[in-house]
């Protein structure tokens, strides 16, 4: 078959949506089709110059995100939106449109795009929107925006051939949703690839990381994260190393509140790339797992994957599905992040317990076996063929 992939960004980017797409992405064309992916040009914010993107990848042009302000992220998604559609008309004809959303307007374009080429329509969810801005409290039921998101949402189950999500709760949540039961689980996990990276000694030395304990935090540095909760326990914990990695909106807020209270043992590290999140999952103690909020139940933050896959114990602040796959591994504790006494006393279990080799291996190995992106993403393939073959 000749498909389109349809999404927000794609590689060089190393966002959610890129690595899930990329990993999505390979198995399709390792089965054998023929795939475009079409992407905004988000996906080369911070790379030089010059970049030639591979055969079969498209950038359509939006507002740069790179503040993350509302007026931004509104002239990212509306103008991404149209020019997305406007990209794929010069991309020939596909038999299948897929689509990962968020952002939650590209599916609008990829309804136009789907009945242009007579294609049938295939929607990732990788978060529902507009119920996981009504978990975070970022707007509610009944509002401007929530009535906005909704309709485009029911435009965009009603026109699809099969929906896929991340996660058993988002799958739950999707089928009163999807006309016929058409939406199945196509789980994250821990991309293969990204185990086949190599310690960074230079790394290791610039940053101490033998010099622990260690509580490491790798992701981006926003509001969605309720980072201030793991300063909360920096503050009361000196004897412990915090390394946060990453950027983002709320990471000036975070650093003037370390410089205001004196919070002497955190530290700001930047970005690091795959080898050197490896590397700082692979010597951390502590890797911290964030959920804003617990009404987030059907969420299942992808860092969870890789801290696993080093053999890191995992600090988790969720409830819900997250909780339900640490549990299932056993390598780390979990509390509500609204519950800061016990999250603290979690926090205190796992340094207090040093976990033998033998237990963070068998941890690895649970993972790998358990919840390979690539297995699933053979699932995803072979669902996407019978989908496509019922009407043949």
């Not at 929107?129 to 009603?158: C, H, N, Q, T």
Request: proline share 5%; charged share 25%.
């Amino acid at each position: 078959m000749r498909i389109l992939y349809l999404a927000d960004t794609y590689r060089p980017a190393r966002t959610a949506c890129a690595n899930r797409t990329a990993v999505l992405v390979g198995a399709l064309r390792d089965a054998g089709h023929d795939v475009s992916v079409l992407a905004s040009t988000d996906s080369l914010i911070g790379v030089p110059g010059g970049y030639e993107p591979p055969a079969g990848v498209t950038y359509f042009e939006t507002f740069p995100l790179v503040e993350k302000t509302l007026a931004n992220r509104l002239r990212n998604n509306f103008g991404g939106a149209h020019e997305a559609v406007k990209a794929a008309d010069r991309l020939g004809d596909f038999d299948v449109v897929v689509c990962t959303t968020p952002p939650l307007l590209l599916t609008s374009s990829a309804v136009k795009i789907a009945r242009k080429k007579r294609a049938k329509l295939v929607i990732d969810v990788r978060d529902v929107w507009p119920d996981v801005a009504y978990e975070m409290g970022s707007f509610e039921p009944g509002s401007l925006y929530g009535r906005f998101f909704e309709r485009i949402a029911r435009k965009a189950y009603a026109a699809s051939d099969l929906v896929v999500s991340v996660s058993p709760g988002k799958v739950e949540k999707l089928k009163g949703r999807v006309p016929d039961g058409r939406v199945v689980l196509v789980p994250n996990g821990i991309d293969e690839a990204f185990l086949e990276n190599d310690v960074d000694p230079t790394l290791v030395e610039r940053l101490r990381l033998d010099d622990g304990p260690v509580c490491a935090y790798v992701g981006n540095i926003g509001l969605a994260q309720g980072l201030g909760t793991l300063l909360d326990i920096a503050k009361v914990r000196p004897g412990v190393r915090f390394l946060l990695f990453g950027d983002g909106a709320d990471r000036a807020s975070l650093e003037a509140r370390v410089e205001a209270e004196g919070i002497g043992n955190v530290e700001f590290c930047g970005k690091v790339g795959a080898g050197g999140v490896y590397t700082v999952l692979k010597h951390a103690d502590v890797s911290y797992v964030p959920l804003v909020s617990s009404r987030l139940r059907d969420s299942i933050p992808t860092k969870i994957y890789e801290a696993l896959a080093c053999g890191c114990p995992v600090l988790l602040a969720a409830e819900g599905d997250a909780a339900d796959l640490l549990d299932a591994c056993g390598l780390g504790a979990h509390a509500a992040p609204e519950d800061p006494s016990s999250l603290l006393d979690a926090f205190d279990r796992l340094i207090e317990r040093p976990y033998l080799d033998g237990e963070r291996a068998a941890a690895s190995k649970w993972v790998v076996e358990n919840h390979s992106r690539q297995k699933f993403a053979k699932a995803f393939v072979n669902k996407i063929e019978k989908m496509a073959g019922q009407d043949a």
